[in-house]
């Protein structure tokens, strides 16, 4: 397996590799190559590997630039967590990242490259984007719906029926009771839209 990003979250990606295969090689690539190995792993600079050899992860936390990245590549993976419990009808797409002690019920549909961090609880019927990054210790109600390349904050919790839109970010700890527009970023209790993106 080839994690693409030689950082704390591709430490947390690797550990779930080696927790699901003690076997599974695995090798960082990198941009800025930090040094011969990381993590106890070979690491290379991204242009002087073969890319094409073994299935990729890109451990990067934006989302944008997740996205970059993906556009670059066709043989993507997955990483899930032991302890994470999926329903048997969760839909997951390449690309997707599960921590550890994730809960994901029944018919929630998973996009490419997405991150589900730590502890975060995805309710029934809820569909998550592209490239969204659901942080750790969110709570997503039935029927939630994430849009491409949205990130919602450590903590926070959205209600059921909420659609949140693409580009959106939900502040740390926010309480979403009513729907998000594109590129806005709510904040607080209830969640308030305080700017928007372009």
Same mark, same amino acid.
């Given at each position: 397996?080839?994690?693409?990003?030689?950082?704390?979250?591709?430490?947390?990606?690797? *550990?779930? =590799?080696?927790?699901?295969?003690?076997?599974?090689?695995?090798?960082?690539? *990198?941009?800025?190559?930090?040094?011969?190995?990381?993590?106890?792993?070979?690491?290379?600079?991204?242009?002087?590997?073969?890319?094409?050899?073994?299935?990729? =992860?890109?451990?990067?936390?934006?989302?944008?630039?997740?996205?970059?990245?993906?556009?670059?590549?066709?043989?993507? $993976?997955?990483?899930?967590?032991?302890? /994470?419990?999926?329903?048997?009808?969760?839909?997951? +797409?390449?690309?997707?990242?599960?921590? /550890?002690?994730? +809960?994901?019920?029944?018919?929630?549909?998973?996009?490419?490259?997405?991150?589900?961090?730590?502890?975060?609880?995805?309710?029934?019927?809820?569909?998550?984007? *592209?490239?969204?990054?659901?942080?750790?210790?969110?709570?997503?109600? $039935?029927?939630?719906?994430? #849009?491409?390349? +949205?990130?919602?904050?450590?903590?926070?919790?959205?209600?059921? #029926?909420?659609?949140?839109?693409?580009?959106?970010?939900?502040? /740390?700890?926010?309480?979403?009771?009513?729907?998000?527009?594109? #590129?806005?970023?709510?904040? #607080? =209790?209830? /969640?308030?839209?305080?700017?928007?993106?372009?």
């Amino acid at each position: 397996m080839i994690i693409y990003g030689a950082s704390g979250h591709g430490k947390v990606i690797c *550990d779930i =590799i080696k927790c699901n295969s003690s076997q599974e090689k695995i090798v960082f690539v *990198d941009d800025a190559q930090k040094g011969n190995y990381f993590y106890n792993h070979p690491v290379f600079l991204t242009k002087d590997y073969d890319m094409h050899q073994d299935q990729l =992860i890109i451990a990067i936390g934006n989302n944008l630039i997740r996205r970059k990245v993906a556009s670059r590549y066709i043989n993507f $993976g997955q990483a899930i967590h032991p302890t /994470a419990v999926l329903s048997k009808t969760v839909s997951l +797409s390449p690309g997707t990242v599960i921590m /550890a002690n994730v +809960s994901c019920n029944a018919d929630t549909q998973i996009g490419e490259h997405v991150i589900l961090n730590t502890s975060c609880s995805i309710d029934h019927d809820c569909e998550i984007h *592209d490239f969204a990054h659901i942080s750790p210790n969110v709570s997503l109600a $039935g029927n939630v719906k994430v #849009g491409t390349g +949205s990130h919602i904050g450590i903590g926070a919790t959205v209600i059921q #029926g909420i659609k949140i839109g693409n580009f959106a970010t939900i502040g /740390a700890g926010t309480v979403v009771i009513n729907d998000i527009p594109d #590129g806005a970023t709510a904040v #607080g =209790i209830p /969640a308030k839209i305080i700017k928007f993106n372009k």
